[in-house]
């Protein structure tokens, strides 16, 4: 597949893409990632920006004690790399790892910069971008790396909920729990140890290994992570 065919058949990308020149176009390439695929690994020199057309990718970084964890998702259209470009960093500073096929457009810095300089609607889809991602950093990581075990399971569950239960009674957490440990930066035995508290508590449902929240569920984890001082985002 060459880039006129991914641009065909993407709307969106059609549209990003109307500005882009096109002795830049030739020179971009298809990067295809199936689950567990790696766009970059920290430390990695920053050579190209990607932009994610399909699939879901995962940002994974290393705190201080060895404990990697999973932080953030990155869906299309989305790009990765923009932030180390932008701040003329030479290395990424995180891994990006596919959860799901995806499809990435892979771009030289040089170009990604070029481009930028030729298209204000992307140059202001980069800014949005950015600031997206690093609203939610700034309001919430720090906080919830310092939690306990227990207090970081509830806040995951609490947030994961909170959109879905404006649709449903009932929520089933869709991820495993080696991902829940992942992304809270927490042990698996300690995201099973605190569910199992959770479920003696009534906070929560276990049903053959998946847990389930309904309504009122909700409520006392929003009451129990506002008693944290974890508000934001939720």
């Avoid at 689950?35 to 430390?43: A, F, L």
């Amino acid at each position: 597949m060459i880039i006129d065919e991914l641009i065909d058949g993407s709307p969106l990308f059609q549209k990003l893409s109307s500005k882009l020149p096109p002795d830049i176009k030739a020179r971009c390439s298809i990067k295809r990632l199936g689950p567990g695929g790696i766009v970059v690994k920290k430390k990695d020199s920053t050579k190209y920006v990607y932009l994610l057309l399909e699939g879901e990718l995962k940002v994974v970084n290393e705190s201080e004690n060895g404990n990697i964890f999973a932080y953030d998702s990155i869906l299309p259209l989305s790009f990765v790399g923009e932030l180390e470009v932008l701040a003329d960093e030479e290395e990424f500073a995180v891994t990006i790892e596919a959860i799901a096929e995806c499809t990435l457009i892979q771009i030289s810095v040089n170009d990604f910069l070029k481009w930028l300089e030729h298209d204000p609607a992307l140059l202001m889809l980069v800014a949005k971008g950015l600031a997206k991602k690093m609203y939610p950093t700034s309001s919430e990581v720090v906080n919830i790396m310092f939690q306990s075990s227990i207090n970081k399971v509830e806040y995951y569950i609490a947030k994961y909920c909170s959109d879905k239960m404006k649709n449903s009674d009932i929520v089933k957490i869709e991820k495993k729990r080696q991902q829940i440990a992942d992304e809270i930066g927490s042990s698996i035995k300690s995201v099973n140890r605190s569910i199992k508290r959770l479920k003696e508590e009534g906070l929560v449902t276990v049903k053959k290994g998946k847990i389930y929240v309904n309504r009122s569920q909700h409520e006392e984890l929003l009451e129990a992570v506002k008693k944290q001082g974890n508000k934001s985002s939720l």
